[in-house]
């Protein structure tokens, strides 16, 4: 047991979350439980236990339990009467929540238990992110979000994109952090000379769902028709079936792998296989397969939507395109000696990047710190 946990054994964090849905929150739960874990005593609460979370605490589980919540629609009520008995129980000392919805039952259960405690948001995304939060049902949501988004001691984004959003949305002073994600980086360095073989293979990787891009990805797999590329969409979703029978109808099935989802592990994988990663994305907060791209020398060329720029650097790092027709030249002048000596600088800028700014040891260290300063906080206001 590290001294950092002897000091600390008693604290408890409670973290609450949904995960029904793959994406950047499940990764984030899958690599710092486990550093969270070895600094406190942790209490789970989610919609969904994935399996590559179960696989990531397998022997630490004596550390931490694990509850079932209903973190959806009209679920909300049940899920703050349960939250109010969790945290009765625990009485944690310090609770993170993710994904804005969550907060509504977090804030209930906070005065149904009679508990107070530091309350640490995170937010991966800008409320104004998805299609239903912008029509006129979705802002009314967002008015009762910001209520509840402003009970947040702290709150933390993982880029200044989505911290840009939250100072739109809410009047109040808030103690806003920005700690971009980050991923473990493997000891030995990549192959960062990048080369074209025979024929050029892009990647998707992602969900299947509007906000990602995927039909921008299969609109692209048409225009670049003539060019010899091979064409991988890795993740699945709800736009799978229209993806499949739109690529069909342009005659093209035959020069597109569908992947389907796969596991953490081989996502890396299969990323290490392809040349160049394509973000088609209509809005990002700071993606985790641009920074598996980076780890894995892989070229990216993005749309610029939200915290992309920023995480390639304005260019720096991969290629900025405005549109897809952009990304289509992009493509067909990496063929060329010069371009790709260009490309390759790029990659080797991007691994860098990735090691001095997105590193998992720093991502953790800074919720640490975060953690820390509220316990301490809390117990001062307390004496």
């Given amino acids: 047991m590290s001294k950092t946990m002897s000091e600390n ?7 609450i979350a ?10 984030w739960f899958r690599d710092m439980i486990p550093r969270i874990s070895s600094e406190y005593s942790v209490i789970l609460a989610t919609r969904g ?6 696989d990531s605490i397998e022997n630490i589980q004596s550390n931490i ?57 995170v937010m991966h995304s800008r409320l104004d992110a998805y299609p239903m939060r912008r029509r006129l049902k979705g802002k009314i949501v967002n008015s009762i979000l910001r209520i509840f988004l402003g009970e947040g001691d702290k709150i933390v984004v993982v880029s200044d994109f989505v911290a840009q959003g939250v100072e ?61 590329i091979s064409w991988h969409l890795i993740g699945s979703g709800s736009m799978e079936s229209e993806l499949k029978a739109k ?39 700071c ?27 304005g260019g720096r790092c991969g290629y900025l395109v405005p549109d897809l027709p952009g990304m289509m030249v992009v493509l067909s002048k990496l063929i060329d000696p010069s371009e790709a000596e260009i490309a390759r600088k790029k990659i080797r800028n991007a691994y860098a990047l990735l090691q001095q700014k997105y590193s998992l040891d720093r991502m953790s260290a800074a919720y640490v710190k975060i953690i820390n300063q509220s316990i301490a906080s809390c117990e001062i206001i307390s004496r």
Avoid: Q
């Fill in 49 to 54: 236990k994935p399996d590559s979370i179960r």
């Fill in 65 to 121: 339990k694990w509850w079932d919540l209903p973190l959806h629609s009209l679920r909300h009520v049940f899920a703050a009467y349960a939250l109010s008995d969790i945290i009765h129980a625990f009485k944690p000392n310090v609770v993170i929540v993710h994904d804005s919805f969550a907060a509504i039952p977090v804030v209930f259960g906070r005065l149904l238990s009679g508990h107070n405690f530091p309350l640490i948001l």
């Fill in 287 to 313: 993606p985790y397969s641009v920074l598996e791209a980076f780890a894995a020398g892989v070229l990216v060329i993005a749309l610029p939507v939200g915290g992309v720029p920023a995480l390639l650097e």
């Fill in 247 to 285: 690529c069909k109808s342009v005659g093209m099935y035959h020069r597109v792998c569908f992947h389907g989802w796969v596991d953490s592990r081989e996502v890396k994988r299969k990323l290490g296989k392809i040349d160049v990663l394509l973000v088609t994305s209509r809005t990002e907060g």
């Fill in 168 to 228: 739109d949305i809410i009047t109040k002073a808030v103690d806003l952090s920005c700690i971009p994600n980050g991923i473990a980086i493997n000891k030995d360095e990549p192959d960062l000379s990048w080369a074209v073989g025979e024929s050029l293979r892009v990647g998707f990787v992602g969900r299947l769902t509007p906000e990602k891009g995927p039909d921008r990805f299969v609109e692209l797999i048409n225009l670049a028709r003539t060019l010899d």
């Fill in 18 to 27: 949904n995960l029904i849905t793959p994406g950047g929150m499940v990764t």
């Fill in 9 to 15: 054994e008693a604290k408890c964090v409670l973290v």
